[in-house]
């Protein structure tokens, strides 16, 4: 028996990423039966950002969600592999380190390996916390594999992401969608109407004078925010005391250097570059504040910086780091730009997308809109949107560069009482503990506090029961496997010309 309060209408306003991804799980899940509709409305006249090209782990669960064909999403997609994130410049000018998407080593004895390597590097015995990450040691020498689901070995159960073409994973989902009975209907939209009654969107109408009514309104209209703002004034946090960069250039360029599986992310005077590698061209960027430097300069040194020749001219993009107050209200939800912002430091923008996705799934409403269920996906995106932020202000927080005045008013700003517990308890004995299935796990944590110089005042004295030579003897057998199962990984480019080459 079908229930009376069912949604018959659900209408996506917006495409690119957000849009089509919505329209994806939707038509996966939602419109097998006939009895529920989904329209997608956009305009061929209004871009994209189409900047959100790297991604992390999490993107291959929205994947098998999809039943999607890995080997087929990357061919249409003009996709690379991705093992980590390399960061060069933010600890100090001529530093480096990878943030890894696997574990380090392994823990012993119930206790976290990071342990054991904090007080092997207190002995002054061990500097390179990458030797203990396969994908940091794949990263390096530009190697991927799949895992192989060897029990017992660092090559079972490797971790990893896509970098793909932005433009063309938002059409391969529309095809997708399209497929599965999603509508596209193309528009400009003139006007919004509301319920006079209680505030919902009852409908829009475009430019041709034709009304798209619904049920339930998916906002993915970018910055603007057509409906969760322009109409109902859902209200915006704004973050730019911790999160200075508010504009980006973006540019691709033709294929040169490093084919490595990682996406670089380079910290400059006034904020940082991207360049994230496919199979037919580079992506770049960067993110800056414009407090600190014009856009003119901004752009003219990203033209000086890439590896390639340019492919298409600048796209400038102007934001305000923060969130939506509320995600959704009355009887719009906002998924992507729509729902908040943050620079796409740590590849997570795509990732909040799927999140917003995964929660609506997880408490799709009918059309009685009952406020309880509303209230706890607000709190639950909020606390997302939150810890992301955290995680990203680190980066700049934890730093010893003073060469220009961005950096000495990120050194030195205070920061969010989550992040600064955070901190607090690591610069103790050098323990981090992930909270409530915040995105970030304690490796990613580890990884950046380490790689961005914050030294712990000891190490967890837990460790102390394995005596000294039993440490190094472990610890030496484990770089041993690592280095050893690196070897036998093939070149990342290599690997994609024998399974998934889009230019073949």
Same mark, same amino acid.
């Given at each position: 028996?079908?229930?009376?309060?069912?949604?018959?209408?659900?209408?996506?306003?917006?495409g690119?990423t957000?849009?089509?991804?919505?329209?994806?799980?939707?038509?996966?899940?939602?419109?097998?039966?006939?009895?529920?509709?989904?329209?997608?409305?956009?305009?061929?006249?209004?871009?994209?950002?189409?900047?959100?090209e790297?991604?992390?782990?999490?993107?291959?669960?929205f994947?098998?969600?999809?039943?999607?064909?890995?080997?087929?999403?990357?061919?249409?997609?003009?996709?690379t592999?991705?093992?980590?994130?390399?960061?060069?410049?933010?600890?100090?000018?001529?530093?480096?380190?990878?943030?890894?998407?696997?574990? *380090?080593?392994?823990?012993?004895?119930?206790?976290?390996?990071?342990?054991?390597?904090?007080?092997?590097?207190?002995?002054?015995?061990?500097?390179?916390?990458?030797?203990?990450?396969?994908?940091?040691?794949?990263?390096?020498?530009?190697?991927?594999?799949?895992?192989?689901?060897?029990?017992?070995?660092?090559?079972?159960s490797?971790?990893?992401?896509?970098?793909?073409?932005?433009?063309?994973?938002?059409?391969?989902?529309?095809?997708?969608?399209?497929?599965?009975?999603?509508?596209?209907?193309?528009?400009?939209?003139?006007?919004?109407?509301?319920?006079?009654?209680?505030?919902?969107?009852?409908?829009v109408?475009?430019?041709?004078?034709?009304?798209?009514?619904?049920?339930?309104?998916?906002?993915?209209?970018?910055?603007?925010?057509?409906?969760?703002?322009?109409?109902?004034?859902?209200? *915006?946090?704004?973050?730019?005391?911790?999160?200075?960069?508010?504009?980006a250039?973006?540019m691709?360029?033709?294929?040169?250097?490093?084919?490595?599986?990682?996406?670089?992310?380079?910290?400059?005077?006034?904020?940082?570059?991207?360049?994230?590698?496919?199979?037919?061209?580079?992506?770049?960027?960067?993110?800056?504040?414009?407090?600190?430097?014009?856009e003119?300069?901004?752009?003219?040194?990203l033209?000086?910086?890439?590896?390639?020749?340019?492919?298409?001219?600048?796209?400038?993009?102007?934001?305000?780091?923060?969130?939506?107050?509320?995600?959704?209200?009355?009887?719009?939800?906002?998924?992507?730009?729509?729902?908040?912002?943050?620079?796409?430091?740590?590849?997570?923008?795509?990732?909040?997308?799927?999140?917003?996705?995964s929660?609506?799934?997880?408490?799709?409403?009918?059309?009685?809109?009952?406020?309880?269920?509303?209230?706890?996906?607000?709190?639950?995106?909020?606390?997302?949107?939150?810890?992301?932020?955290?995680?990203?202000?680190?980066?700049?927080?934890?730093?010893?560069?003073?060469?220009?005045?961005?950096?000495?008013?990120?050194?030195?700003?205070?920061?969010?009482?989550?992040?600064?517990?955070?901190?607090?308890?690591?610069?103790?004995?050098g323990?981090?503990?992930?909270?409530?299935?915040?995105?970030?796990?304690?490796?990613?944590?580890?990884?950046?506090?380490?790689?961005?110089?914050?030294?712990?005042?000891?190490?967890?004295?837990?460790?102390?029961?394995?005596?000294?030579?039993?440490?190094?003897?472990?610890?030496?057998?484990?770089?041993?496997?690592?280095?050893?199962?690196?070897?036998?990984?093939?070149g990342?480019?290599?690997?994609?010309?024998?399974?998934?080459?889009?230019?073949?």
């Open positions: 028996m079908t229930s009376v309060n069912r949604l018959r209408k659900v209408v996506i306003v917006g690119g957000a849009g089509w991804m919505t329209a994806a799980a939707l038509g996966r899940f939602l419109t097998r039966d006939g009895q529920t509709s989904v329209t997608l409305v956009e305009s061929e006249e209004i871009g994209t950002v189409g900047v959100g790297s991604t992390i782990p999490q993107i291959n669960i994947n098998r969600m999809l039943g999607l064909d890995e080997n087929d999403f990357i061919r249409k997609t003009k996709a592999y991705k093992l980590a994130i390399e960061f060069v410049d933010w600890k100090a000018i001529g530093h480096s380190y990878h943030h890894p998407f696997g574990p *380090y080593g392994i823990d012993m004895e119930a206790v976290s390996f990071h342990a054991y390597w904090l007080k092997l590097h207190a002995m002054g015995e061990d500097h390179d916390l990458g030797a203990y990450s396969l994908n940091t040691v794949g990263a390096r020498l530009s190697k991927f594999i799949r895992p192989n689901g060897q029990a017992n070995s660092p090559l079972g490797i971790a990893y992401a896509f970098q793909f073409d932005a433009g063309l994973y938002a059409k391969y989902l529309r095809d997708y969608s399209e497929a599965r009975g999603v509508v596209r209907q193309e528009g400009k939209i003139a006007t919004v109407q509301q319920n006079p009654l209680n505030g919902h969107v009852a409908s109408t475009l430019e041709s004078g034709q009304v798209v009514e619904g049920d339930l309104f998916i906002d993915c209209s970018g910055f603007r925010g057509l409906l969760i703002e322009q109409t109902l004034k859902a209200g *915006y946090e704004d973050w730019s005391q911790w999160l200075l960069n508010d504009r250039v973006a691709p360029c033709a294929l040169g250097g490093s084919t490595a599986p990682v996406t670089r992310a380079t910290a400059r005077s006034a904020g940082w570059q991207w360049r994230i590698p496919l199979q037919h061209r580079l992506g770049n960027g960067y993110a800056f504040s414009s407090a600190h430097i014009s003119d300069e901004a752009t003219a040194f033209l000086a910086n890439l590896d390639g020749e340019p492919l298409a001219g600048p796209n400038l993009l102007k934001f305000t780091a923060g969130r939506r107050k509320k995600s959704w209200d009355k009887n719009v939800v906002a998924i992507g730009l729509s729902a908040g912002f943050m620079e796409p430091l740590e590849s997570q923008s795509i990732h909040l997308i799927q999140v917003g996705i929660r609506l799934l997880a408490m799709f409403p009918d059309r009685e809109f009952r406020q309880p269920d509303i209230d706890r996906y607000n709190r639950v995106m909020t606390f997302e949107y939150e810890k992301v932020r955290d995680f990203l202000i680190l980066h700049y927080k934890a730093t010893t560069r003073n060469d220009t005045p961005y950096w000495d008013y990120v050194r030195e700003m205070p920061v969010p009482d989550y992040l600064a517990e955070k901190m607090a308890v690591f610069e103790s004995y323990r981090i503990f992930r909270e409530n299935e915040e995105l970030f796990n304690d490796t990613s944590w580890f990884a950046v506090m380490v790689g961005q110089g914050v030294v712990p005042k000891g190490y967890d004295p837990m460790v102390d029961v394995m005596s000294d030579d039993e440490l190094r003897r472990r610890m030496a057998e484990i770089r041993s496997v690592i280095a050893k199962s690196a070897e036998v990984m093939p990342h480019m290599e690997f994609i010309r024998a399974n998934c080459d889009a230019m073949a």
